[in-house]
């Protein structure tokens, strides 16, 4: 039984250990440019599958993108102009930080214009519901002194 | 507190809704041609039914589609028949570019149920695709006659879609030729 056991967690592990092994494998010349294609592969969207980075994907577009971004580090390129390679291509659609133009502005200023929409209401809100308690004590003091009067007028008939 | 204020944050609600809906539509269509009215990217790649190196001067029929297809790409069968009509009826020339395939299973496929291509650029690694921004497959381009790229379309290349995206800019472009 127990043989048994260890053989069926060696085997589970093998099966990882083999998936691991199918993932593409990039070599560089040093680890710099090995941690800029880290870097860079988790920065870029995955033009096909469009909620996941470069790296995540296992599309075939994203793995030839991944061996074209290992190709221009190799020949020396800097992240600027792999940047240029990429969305000169495929567009904004694969930065998750688009640049700041006319047609993304919105995106960058969108949040922080609403952020400050709710503050201003909330504390415009805040303000009026706190003068209504004093406005209902006013009036009713005006009421009372009507009732008087009003007892009175009665009174007086 | 006046009513228009109880209805503010639901009136917001519905402009944001509607804002991003019409915002998010169009950057897809934005996005997704950054190509549009570029020169079609310059190649070097081997045709498919030889080792024969072919680059961009060898698409000689220009207005032409370039349209993106592999055996492993099931759409890219469901347009067969419209480009094989498009062909017999030579309203348009046809270069194939088959991507990311296997030579051998691409070339028993056009066998099989008829080549409407002109010539088809056998792109194993996916070089040009990337360089016209391709992400899958059928895609299909119209380039004009300086070679550059004028219509882009993902996806199923249907009668619909001809008339809707390629037909007018196909008639504009031979009208201005005369």
Redesign the interface.
């Known amino acids: 039984m127990k043989n048994k056991l260890f053989i069926s967690i060696l085997f589970i592990f093998s099966l990882s250990l083999q998936s691991e092994t199918t993932k593409e494998i990039y070599s560089f010349a040093n680890d710099v440019d090995q941690e800029r294609f880290y870097t860079l592969v988790d920065t870029y969207r995955c033009?096909?599958c469009q909620s996941s980075n470069l790296a995540g994907s296992n599309?075939?577009?994203a793995k030839?993108?991944k061996?074209?971004i290992h190709r221009l580090i190799e020949e020396g390129k800097t992240d600027e102009q792999i940047e240029v390679f990429l969305?000169?291509?495929?567009?904004?659609?694969i930065l998750y930080k688009p640049a700041i133009r006319k047609?993304t502005l919105?995106l960058w200023i969108g949040p922080f214009a609403?952020f400050l929409?709710i503050i201003l209401?909330v504390v415009?809100?805040n303000i009026?519901?706190k003068r209504q308690p004093k406005d209902l004590e006013a009036e009713n003091i005006v009421k009372a002194i009507e009732r008087t009067r009003l007892k009175k007028l009665v009174e007086d008939e | 507190m006046n009513r228009l204020t109880h209805y503010l944050p639901l009136a917001l609600f519905i402009v944001l809704v509607l804002g991003l809906f019409t915002f998010l539509d169009r950057e897809e269509s934005d996005l997704r041609s950054v190509l549009l009215n570029k020169d079609f990217p310059n190649f070097s790649l081997s045709r498919l039914d030889n080792a024969e190196i072919i680059t961009k001067d060898d698409l000689l029929e220009l207005p032409s589609l370039l349209n993106v297809w592999a055996t492993w790409c099931v759409a890219c069968l469901v347009e067969h028949p419209f480009l094989m009509e498009l062909k017999n009826e030579s309203r348009i020339k046809i270069y194939g570019l088959n991507y990311k395939d296997d030579r051998n299973k691409a070339l028993k496929l056009l066998d099989r149920i008829g080549d409407p291509y002109e010539l088809s650029i056998f792109d194993k690694d996916g070089k040009l695709a990337i360089d016209l921004g391709v992400y899958g497959a059928p895609e299909t381009f119209l380039i004009d006659n300086e070679g550059i790229i004028r219509v882009r379309h993902v996806g199923v290349l249907t009668p619909e879609v001809w008339e809707q995206k390629f037909n007018s800019v196909l008639s504009k472009l031979k009208e201005d030729e005369k």
């Open positions: 033009p096909k599309a075939p577009i030839d993108l061996r074209e969305s000169s291509r495929y567009g904004d659609f047609n919105i609403l929409l209401f415009r809100w009026t519901s």
